[in-house]
């Protein structure tokens, strides 16, 4: 597995585990960041052994959001026409949404452990993940607006299926800050904890039961919910049914009646 300058990656008991890596920037999302996401997602989505992942960040906090420095080059390269300024912002900001489609595309389940500040594109990020947890102290906040900008990179678009169309907008209109245990009550995550040690080992402990289900169900399961984001009922019934028409004849299902019937514990292939 490759060094990564933003994050580092462990792949245990079929658990791949990412954190952002960059304590002493309180996890700020640099270059490297927006780059990395992308290679890492992909093996992710390759690696067969890899059935579940874990996304976290080290230190204090989860992360910050966006590099501000990062935000300060995009601003110091450009110049006076209007059209190629444009055009220059809206190819960045599109390269910035394809490192958090990678996370939202990935076949695996993506479980997010969230302590301390989730701020800006932070947001954004745990949006694109399958489930969030995190401690009761941490701290969430779109905070775009209280820099004179939309959230663009996907809080607008995911978040309202997550927390409801008017608690985003609430956010996303006022910037205010949420604690774990609001998170919890409207839904942006599915449990707190009291610190960052059982949060981790809390989520690590869920992933591994993810982990222990058949593969083939866990990715076609997830990738029945994506669908049907933006599809009918009946065209949903009507995909999953060609879908299991297939890999209703997957090994697993034999694997799997077998265990439940002889009481024993269930072992899939990758």
């Not at 420095?69 to 110049?79: C, I, K, P, R």
């Not at 401690?135 to 900008?149: L, N, R, V």
């Not at 049914?241 to 697993?252: I, K, Y």
Request: glycine share 8%; proline share 2%; charged share 25%.
């Amino acid at each position: 597995m490759p060094d990564y300058k933003a994050f580092r990656v462990e792949l245990s008991d079929k658990i791949a585990h990412v954190q952002i890596n960059r304590p002493e920037k309180v996890n700020a999302m640099n270059a490297d960041f927006w780059t990395e996401i992308i290679e890492i997602f992909q093996w992710v989505d390759d690696t067969d052994e890899a059935r579940v992942v874990v996304l976290s960040g080290a230190g204090k906090h989860f992360s910050s959001g966006i590099d501000l420095m990062l935000l300060a080059q995009a601003g110091s390269a450009l110049g006076k026409d209007v059209g190629r300024n444009a055009e220059g912002l809206r190819r960045k900001i599109l390269q910035l949404q394809a490192s958090f489609n990678a996370v939202d595309n990935c076949r695996k389940p993506v479980l997010a452990a969230i302590q301390g500040y989730c701020l800006g594109g932070a947001i954004d990020l745990i949006s694109a993940c399958d489930m969030r947890y995190s401690t009761a102290d941490a701290q969430f906040s779109i905070k775009e607006i209280d820099m004179g900008m939309a959230a663009d990179v996907g809080t607008l678009q995911r978040l309202p299926r997550i927390i409801g169309d008017g608690m985003m907008r609430e956010l996303a209109y006022t910037g205010r800050t949420i604690d774990g245990g609001e998170a919890q009550r409207i839904g942006l995550v599915n449990r707190t904890y009291a610190n960052q040690d059982e949060l981790l080992a809390g989520v690590l402990a869920l992933a591994g039961e993810i982990a222990e289900k058949s593969p083939i169900a866990i990715r076609g399961t997830k990738h029945m919910i994506r669908y049907m984001r933006d599809h009918r009922v009946d065209d949903g019934l009507e995909y999953v049914a060609n879908w299991n028409a297939a890999m209703l004849q997957s090994a697993d299902l034999r694997v799997a009646m077998a265990a439940h019937m002889s009481k024993q514990k269930a072992e899939f292939a990758d």
